[in-house]
């Protein structure tokens, strides 16, 4: 089994990492993709979405997948819709409160995010004790909110 992501696991969380590990052990999957939740990763997904429904507001969630599948977009399919993250992601399911699933997926993406926000505050930190300026002020400081913000909603300490 490979790991399609090269990077590997985008979590920390070593009882998930051995999840993941004792059920491919089990399921000897071809390979295994870690969703990166990168933006641009999500863009191409979006505008395949939002192309494909501009010329076909009709198509079902039957047709989408499979239209996904086809085009270059199935490991992420698979990877979302699999029965572990079905599971254990509720708001993923079929049938599931439309705001459950914006709450869900608003959720997920703040995780996978959260690394990228820590580098970018880090480098702003650095920045800024090099140079003391206005700008470099500027800069570091809406970081910072956003952290606290996103720390607050998530129930966790700020700072």
């Known amino acids: ?11 920390r969380n070593i009882h998930l990492v051995k999840w993941v590990e004792k059920t491919a052990e089990l399921t000897k999957p071809k390979d295994i ?27 079902d ?12 977009f199935d490991r992420i399919v698979q990877g979302v819709l699999s029965p572990q993250v079905l599971t254990h992601a509720a708001f993923a399911r079929a049938g599931a409160d439309a705001d459950a699933v914006r709450m869900g997926w608003a959720d997920t993406r703040d995780q996978l995010q959260q690394p990228h926000l820590a580098t970018q505050i880090a480098e702003a930190v ?26 607050g909603a998530a129930g966790g300490d700020v700072g």
């Open 126 to 151: 650095r920045d800024l004790a090099a140079d003391t300026t206005n700008e470099t002020w500027t800069r570091l400081h809406p970081l910072l909110e956003q952290k606290m913000d996103d720390d």
């Open 1 to 11: 089994m490979k790991t399609a992501h090269s990077r590997g696991p985008l979590t």
């Open 61 to 72: 969630d039957t047709a989408l997948k499979l239209h996904l599948r086809e085009n270059g």
């Open 33 to 59: 993709h870690w969703v990166d939740g990168s933006q641009a990763e999500y863009d191409k997904l979006c505008h395949e979405i939002l192309r494909l429904h501009a010329l076909n507001p009709d198509l």
